[in-house]
């Protein structure tokens, strides 16, 4: 029954709002790079999606001082650059202001702002070099979650257990 259901799920359920077309446009836009137009649903309290400018690089100045940005690593949980800055300012990251995550600058932890209304992450940044780990972590509810869900498969497979599901020998009707 379960071949039945993941066969007819994924060969022929079709997705109820996204087209073939949409799908492969959004595949396509995370392969360049370019990302694609979320909903309200995953983007920040008091974030406006449609503000976001969809050119704008990984990694700018937000303010008048000059900069020297180099990208090292660009993942889905792990971003890292550097940013040599003439003056004190923020760097603009093209990133909504998720609380899960973490910025470091040169090993000590930063409190990310952000930007109106879009809701983009800003590093506030001193002058000089800045080396700049950002790094998605598992908050409080995930961890609870994962523990919630640990919890119920042992329940389920000590019920299967203690109800006879995985003895060989078939049951008796009375």
């Known amino acids: 029954m379960l071949v039945v259901i993941v066969a007819g799920w994924t060969r022929v359920q079709t997705p109820w709002w996204d087209q073939v077309d949409d799908l492969r446009e959004i595949q396509d836009n995370m392969a360049t790079g370019a990302g694609y137009e979320g909903v309200d649903e995953y983007t920040p309290i008091g974030a406006n999606h449609r503000a976001i400018d969809k ?49 470091e600058d040169n090993g000590r932890s ?42 119920a498969a042992l329940a389920m497979l000590l019920w299967m257990f203690f109800a006879g599901v995985f003895s060989r020998a078939p049951r008796e009707i009375q």
């Open 55 to 103: 050119d704008a690089r990984r990694v700018t100045v937000d303010g008048p001082a000059k900069a020297n940005i180099h990208v090292l690593a660009w993942n889905a949980e792990s971003k890292s650059f550097t940013a040599e800055l003439s003056a004190p300012d923020n760097v603009a990251v093209r990133l909504f202001n998720y609380p899960a995550w973490r910025v």
């Open 110 to 151: 930063v409190q990310a702002l952000t930007k109106a209304p879009s809701g983009q992450m800003l590093i506030p940044l001193e002058a000089g070099m800045n080396r700049v780990q950002v790094t998605f972590i598992r908050t409080w509810d995930r961890k609870v979650g994962a523990w919630v869900s640990a919890f």
